[in-house]
Every structure is written in structure tokens, then in C-alpha cells.
Antibody, heavy 116, light 106 residues
Framework: EVQLVESGGGLVQPGGSLRLSCAASGFTFSDHYMDWVRQAPGKGLEWVGR??????????EYAASVKGRFTISRDDSKNSLYLQMNSLKTEDTAVYYCHAGPDDYWGQGTLVTVSS | DIQMTQSPSSLSASVGDRVTITCQAS??????LNWYQQKPGKAPKLLIYDASNLETGVPSRFSGSGSGTDFTFTISSLQPEDIATYYCQQYDNLLTFGQGTRLEIK
């Protein structure tokens, strides 16, 4: 059974940092590109960024709204994806989902709340 | 960046009605388009991939069409369990989602 399990969400103050993790199982993690997608409360889905697989040199891409503040990484030996979030803003408050492509696997999401 | 314009933003229909949602891409994306259903507190669920292909296990009342820049998603006969928010998504270049269509029962 395919599973993506996010963790690491919580309450953080503006300007703070948080690291999200996504543990994958049930599929060949190393073959897939991996995305982070977020959803602010009551809002739509927003793509955050991507890390490609080894065959594509693990290159990363980011949405303009997070570029320079967020960093995506992966550890294929641990079947894990990470999102390091720095300089957090109140508008980063959202449920963060990990997504595996192109097979379209989704995690259940983890809530990040940025508030003082 | 590719922009996706989805309409309407909300829709109220009766059980049994035919429901149509449209999505327009800011540039040609061929057929690299998905349609998702999302219910509160849940991750998006893929219904249609490659613009017109029904995902395994999805009821046949759901369908999609289009290519290039203009796409349509249809529910042929609305059921109570279809109440959800629907999103289009392009994957020709990274990912971009439409704004979503909130579907309610009249």
C-alpha cells in the first residue's frame, strides 16, 4: 500500500523556522519527483516546490512566493522528503501536502500555523 | 508560469443535474491536465488524468474533455456524494491549480 506521511507541522512565530518531513512507503521513492503543495485555510491548492529524482540531478524548483525562504531536499536512502521553511510569514499558514509524481500519490497533510 | 483560470467559483445544482466546470490555460498545455475532487479535511483525489481519462475506480458519471488551452469537466448526473470542491491542474510545466469550484446541492 502506498503511503505518504507528513510530520513536523505546528505553531511557529513570524520570522521563525520549521522543517517538515514526508515519509514514503509502498512505491519506489527514488524514481519519483516529489512536490510540496499547500492549502491555506478556506483557500485553494498552491504548488510550493519540487525536487526531481537522481536521473534528473535532484534539481529543485520553487514557487515565487517561497523562493529564497524554503528549501526542498530528499534522502532516497530513507525514502524521505523534507521542506525547510525559514523566515516564515503569517501567509504561510496552511496545510502542507507532499505529492509524488507522476503517479499522483498524496499524503494526508500537516498543518503549519504562523502566528504570534 | 502557466496560469489556470477555472469557472465558476461556486455552483449550486440539484441531484440528477448535469454539471459542467471549465478551465482555461494561459498557454498550450496539450492534454497535460488533471481534475481533482477535494472534500473537507482530505487530500485531493484524482478523477480525470490526461484531460479525458477516467482514473480507475472513479464513477463513469465523471468525464473530461479538451486540449490545448480549453478544458471541460462534467458530472452527467449529480449525486449527493459529489458535494466537494473541484480543481483543475496543469502538469505540462511543474504544477498549477485552478482556483477551484465549490459544488453545492440546491
Amino acid at each position: 500500500e502506498v503511503q505518504l506521511v507528513e510530520s513536523g507541522g505546528g505553531l511557529v512565530q513570524p520570522g521563525g523556522s520549521l522543517r517538515l518531513s514526508c515519509a514514503a512507503s509502498g512505491f519506489t521513492f527514488s524514481d519519483h519527483y516529489m512536490d510540496w503543495v499547500r492549502q491555506a485555510p478556506g483557500k485553494g491548492l498552491e504548488w510550493v516546490g519540487r525536487t526531481r529524482n537522481k536521473a534528473n540531478s535532484y534539481t529543485t524548483e520553487y514557487a515565487a512566493s517561497v523562493k529564497g525562504r524554503f528549501t526542498i531536499s530528499r534522502d532516497d536512502s530513507k525514502n524521505s522528503l523534507y521542506l525547510q521553511m525559514n523566515s516564515l510569514k503569517t501567509e504561510d499558514t496552511a496545510v502542507y501536502y507532499c505529492h509524488a509524481g507522476p503517479d499522483d500519490y498524496w499524503g494526508q497533510g500537516t498543518l503549519v500555523t504562523v502566528s504570534s | 508560469d502557466i496560469q489556470m483560470t477555472q469557472s465558476p467559483s461556486s455552483l449550486s445544482a440539484s441531484v440528477g443535474d448535469r454539471v459542467t466546470i471549465t478551465c482555461q490555460a494561459s498557454q498550450d498545455i496539450s492534454n497535460y491536465l488533471n481534475w481533482y475532487q477535494q472534500k473537507p479535511g482530505k487530500a485531493p483525489k484524482l478523477l480525470i488524468y490526461d484531460a479525458s481519462n477516467l482514473e480507475t475506480g472513479v464513477p463513469s458519471r465523471f468525464s473530461g474533455s479538451g486540449s490545448g488551452t480549453d478544458f471541460t469537466f462534467t458530472i452527467s448526473s449529480l449525486q449527493p456524494e459529489d458535494i466537494a470542491t473541484y480543481y483543475c491542474q496543469q502538469y505540462d510545466n511543474l504544477l498549477t491549480f485552478g482556483q477551484g469550484t465549490r459544488l453545492e446541492i440546491k
